[in-house]
């Protein structure tokens, strides 16, 4: 038996009716969807299925219905008012929950002739669920303080962790040297950029993966530069009480009291909510907080990212 798997990756916002936690509220995830396709024997070009294929049908489909968009229930009345408003939205009779979607894609991927057996979807790094013929089940993977993940059972599907870079510093510097900390932070979250020319105009969502680099000329008594607990304090705090599964829309945006209308919870920004903006601000507020903050960097995707730092 031959087993292939392809991936396809899109960015979509949703919300979970009658879920009592953050899921309620609208934000946004970074999927990566894996479809897998088995056979017996291969092909005379020496395949079990044609990988163009499956790029051809399913990454078509998903980019035109599911890829910066929101999945929503039916029954949300959120729905309705984005309807009213043209703001484009896919709908399901069900939940958005994760294996619902991964259930959707299962027979999206057999109606365009792909004959998968499974379909596993990962909305971030530690949760994922897979739907086949027999059904869907979801794992959620513990994640420590440091974000080690845990192997995983599922085949085919396992999440690559990354931690945050750390220059390395020597026991003795140099009196003009300087040692670096840097600390990462992920959360989930939704935007839209309101008259730009393509799809980050329409409202969808990240998993947003956050370094904070912090500079010091010399060590303290436990030979530190800056203790991870302070900048966890200056930093996750308030991205855990704000930005966390929260859409950050510029404050004239109009879709902003729609939102709040049904719900969900709104940050305003000062300016357009792009990945610039938001490692400015993030600059910003740690600085308040106390940290001699000199980069922050924030990745919106596994290839894009933006950054801040202050003149120097």
Not at 149 to 154: A, D, Q, V
Not at 209 to 225: I, N, P, Y
Request: proline share 4%.
């Amino acid at each position: 038996m031959y087993r292939v798997v392809r991936e396809v990756k899109f960015c979509f916002g949703h919300r979970l009716l009658g879920y009592e936690g953050r899921c309620s509220q609208l934000h946004g995830h970074n999927a990566r969807a894996f479809f897998t396709v088995e056979s017996h024997r291969l092909d005379k070009a020496g395949m079990a299925t044609d990988f163009a294929h499956i790029k051809r049908s399913l990454k078509r489909w998903i980019d035109d219905n599911l890829d910066h968009k929101c999945i929503l229930n039916a029954d949300d009345p959120l729905r309705r008012s984005l309807e009213r408003v043209n703001e484009p939205h896919y709908t399901l009779d069900a939940n958005p929950t994760t294996e619902n979607i991964a259930r959707l894609l299962f027979e999206q991927a057999r109606s365009l002739g792909v004959p998968v057996v499974e379909t596993t979807l990962w909305e971030n790094d530690a949760n994922v669920a897979v739907y086949s013929d027999s059904g869907s089940h979801a794992e959620a993977l513990e994640i420590g303080d440091e974000d080690d993940s845990k192997p995983t059972l599922i085949a085919g599907c396992s999440p690559v962790t990354r931690s945050a870079s750390e220059p390395n510093s020597k026991s003795t510097a140099g009196r003009d040297g300087s040692f670096f900390v840097t600390r990462e932070f992920k959360f989930c979250f939704g935007h839209r950029l309101p008259n730009y020319n393509g799809k980050c105009r329409q409202l969808h969502g990240h998993n947003g993966r956050l370094l904070v680099t912090v500079e010091a000329d010399e060590l303290d008594v436990m030979g530190m530069a800056a203790d991870f607990g302070a900048l966890k304090a200056g930093v996750d705090s308030w991205i855990d009480a704000e930005w966390d599964h929260s859409m950050i829309l510029h404050r004239d945006d109009p879709i902003a009291s729609l939102l709040r209308d049904h719900g969900s919870r709104v940050i305003a920004l000062g300016e357009n909510p792009t990945t610039e903006n938001l490692a400015r601000e993030v600059y910003r507020r740690a600085s308040e907080n106390g940290l001699n903050v000199v980069a922050v960097q924030l990745w919106e995707t596994d290839s894009c990212s933006a950054g801040y730092a202050p003149p120097r």
